[in-house]
């Protein structure tokens, strides 16, 4: 008889608020993924996210499988309490089970520790036999070949941005705010090309992107990439390291396999404010060159910035938006300083009792800011950051940057449009958030 298991990719209101208007939401693909693991002739699969769908707490299910992130942990715990209430079984996996899993082990039934490929399916077989352990932990490097395919027609509507894929897992590099390191195994593996191919031709759409934490992991390896996906006349998008942007080949290779922005870590234009948090690989004096270089291959920046390092003075905002429009940042993703579990910067500010509290909901980098900033307050630091991103989306600074980028402006004011939406109905004052 099959058992009936609910996926949840859970979303908290306040930051599915935050990202609601914007136009570039692309799928969480860890369920979706994790679905193509299970047998149908054993369970009847529901995928729920919360992005866009409710969770239907009031349906009989023998198990429901929750993925966390630090920030959507505490909204999780409720989900699973209403659940486990109600007689249902509660499997919790994801980066948050796998940096405290003894917290979390408090509100499930099951856990899963590390990489899902190995122990994900040997915990489905062992559930529906009535045989399942308490703990699940991943103990080898799980190979990426031989993958299945996300089981995308699970997700509810979302055509434009259920395109999602991987073709590799981890990143070379060791910044000391990133938790990739704490959450996956070593080393940094590929997936075989010819597999990243099959399934890229599954999408319907026209429009994915690449799930990589670093797409330019391994140069040789993408290049060959690249070459195959060009004749797929697809278009995408990748998070990849600015130092890598170095390659003239590399670059004109994206552009030609259908690349149209790259995400990319550029942090901060302090070069005492990259090598604080082991970011080196940026060099500041070369971002000009750079991003330069990626424009005149036809290709966006949609830089990721983020504010609140011990080396910022209440004058970052305004340097930083003034760098912005000059080097012609095509789109940010702007966050505040988080100090996520078992990273260095965690361990830092915890050592010099800095955290402000154990309340996961306040470490998710939009909204809420988790801890004493050196050189400003708190409600500066947040007001200074909210400041930024109003300015960074306002039409004057649109109107420079995309005067001085002039690379995909259709797309490019789209996305802007989106972000200065998604910001008017945001709230720009500290308390609010208190």
């Given at each position: 008889?099959?058992?009936?298991?609910?996926?949840?990719?859970?979303?908290?209101?306040?930051?599915?608020?935050?990202?609601?208007?914007?136009?570039?939401?692309?799928?969480?693909?860890?369920?979706?993924?994790?679905?193509?693991?299970?047998?149908?002739?054993?369970?009847?699969?529901?995928?729920?996210?919360?992005?866009?769908?409710?969770?239907?707490?009031?349906?009989?299910?023998?198990?429901?499988?929750?993925?966390?992130?630090?920030?959507?942990?505490t909204h999780c715990y409720d989900i699973s309490k209403k659940f486990?209430?109600?007689?249902?079984?509660?499997?919790?996996?994801?980066?948050?089970?796998?940096?405290?899993?003894?917290?979390?082990?408090?509100?499930?039934?099951?856990?899963?520790?590390?990489?899902?490929?190995?122990?994900?399916?040997?915990?489905?077989?062992?559930?529906?036999?009535?045989?399942?352990?308490?703990?699940?932990?991943?103990?080898?490097?799980?190979?990426?070949?031989?993958?299945?395919?996300?089981?995308?027609?699970?997700?509810?509507?979302?055509?434009?941005t259920k395109g999602a894929v991987i073709s590799s897992r981890g990143?070379?590099?060791?910044?000391?705010?990133?938790?990739?390191?704490?959450?996956?195994?070593?080393?940094?593996?590929?997936?075989?090309?010819?597999?990243?191919?099959?399934?890229?031709?599954?999408?319907?759409?026209?429009?994915?992107?690449?799930?990589?934490?670093?797409?330019?992991?391994?140069?040789?390896?993408?290049?060959?990439?690249?070459?195959?996906?060009?004749?797929?006349?697809?278009?995408?998008?990748?998070?990849?390291?600015?130092?890598?942007?170095?390659?003239?080949?590399?670059?004109?290779?994206?552009?030609?396999?259908?690349?149209?922005?790259?995400?990319?870590?550029?942090?901060?234009?302090?070069?005492?404010?990259?090598?604080?948090?082991?970011?080196?690989?940026?060099?500041?004096?070369?971002?000009?060159?750079?991003?330069?270089?990626?424009?005149?291959?036809?290709?966006?920046?949609?830089?990721?910035?983020?504010?609140?390092?011990?080396?910022?003075?209440?004058?970052?905002?305004?340097?930083?938006?003034?760098?912005?429009?000059?080097?012609?940042?095509?789109?940010?993703?702007?966050?505040?300083?988080?100090?996520?579990?078992?990273?260095?910067?965690?361990?830092?500010?915890?050592?010099?009792?800095?955290l402000i509290t154990g309340d996961w909901s306040h470490y998710n980098?939009?909204?809420?800011?988790?801890?004493?900033?050196?050189?400003?307050?708190?409600?500066?630091?947040?007001?200074?950051?909210?400041?930024?991103?109003?300015?960074?989306?306002?039409?004057?600074?649109?109107?420079?940057?995309?005067?001085?980028?002039?690379?995909?402006?259709?797309?490019?004011?789209?996305?802007?449009?989106?972000?200065?939406?998604?910001?008017?109905?945001?709230?720009?004052?500290?308390?609010?958030?208190?």
């Amino acid at each position: 008889m099959k058992k009936k298991i609910l996926l949840i990719t859970p979303e908290n209101e306040e930051i599915n608020r935050f990202r609601k208007s914007q136009f570039n939401n692309f799928i969480q693909i860890t369920m979706p993924y994790l679905a193509a693991f299970i047998d149908e002739n054993k369970y009847e699969i529901t995928l729920v996210d919360e992005y866009n769908q409710r969770i239907p707490f009031e349906e009989k299910f023998q198990l429901v499988a929750i993925t966390i992130n630090t920030s959507n942990a505490t909204h999780c715990y409720d989900i699973s309490k209403k659940f486990r209430d109600r007689n249902t079984k509660v499997v919790m996996g994801g980066p948050h089970a796998t940096l405290l899993p003894e917290e979390v082990k408090e509100h499930c039934d099951y856990i899963m520790v590390g990489e899902g490929e190995i122990i994900w399916p040997e915990f489905l077989e062992d559930f529906y036999e009535g045989k399942a352990k308490s703990e699940y932990i991943c103990k080898e490097v799980p190979n990426l070949k031989n993958m299945p395919i996300a089981r995308r027609d699970l997700i509810h509507k979302r055509y434009f941005t259920k395109g999602a894929v991987i073709s590799s897992r981890g990143c070379p590099y060791k910044c000391s705010y990133c938790n990739l390191k704490q959450i996956y195994c070593e080393p940094f593996r590929t997936r075989p090309i010819t597999e990243v191919i099959s399934e890229i031709r599954t999408m319907k759409s026209k429009f994915f992107v690449f799930w990589d934490d670093n797409f330019f992991g391994d140069i040789d390896s993408t290049k060959e990439l690249l070459m195959e996906l060009k004749k797929l006349k697809k278009k995408w998008a990748a998070q990849v390291t600015l130092e890598r942007c170095k390659d003239e080949e590399l670059l004109k290779l994206a552009k030609e396999a259908g690349c149209v922005y790259f995400f990319v870590g550029i942090e901060s234009f302090s070069q005492e404010s990259l090598g604080s948090v082991n970011k080196g690989i940026n060099d500041v004096n070369k971002y000009k060159s750079i991003i330069d270089k990626i424009h005149s291959n036809g290709i966006c920046v949609q830089a990721g910035i983020i504010f609140g390092f011990d080396t910022d003075k209440k004058d970052v905002f305004k340097k930083t938006l003034d760098a912005c429009n000059e080097l012609g940042i095509d789109g940010a993703t702007v966050s505040i300083l988080t100090p996520l579990p078992k990273t260095p910067v965690y361990s830092q500010l915890k050592e010099e009792n800095r955290l402000i509290t154990g309340d996961w909901s306040h470490y998710n980098g939009k909204t809420r800011v988790a801890f004493v900033p050196k050189n400003m307050s708190r409600e500066e630091l947040f007001e200074g950051y909210m400041w930024f991103r109003r300015e960074f989306y306002s039409l004057k600074s649109i109107y420079k940057r995309m005067r001085k980028s002039k690379t995909n402006i259709i797309y490019n004011l789209i996305v802007n449009w989106g972000y200065k939406i998604s910001l008017s109905g945001t709230k720009s004052k500290f308390e609010y958030y208190e």
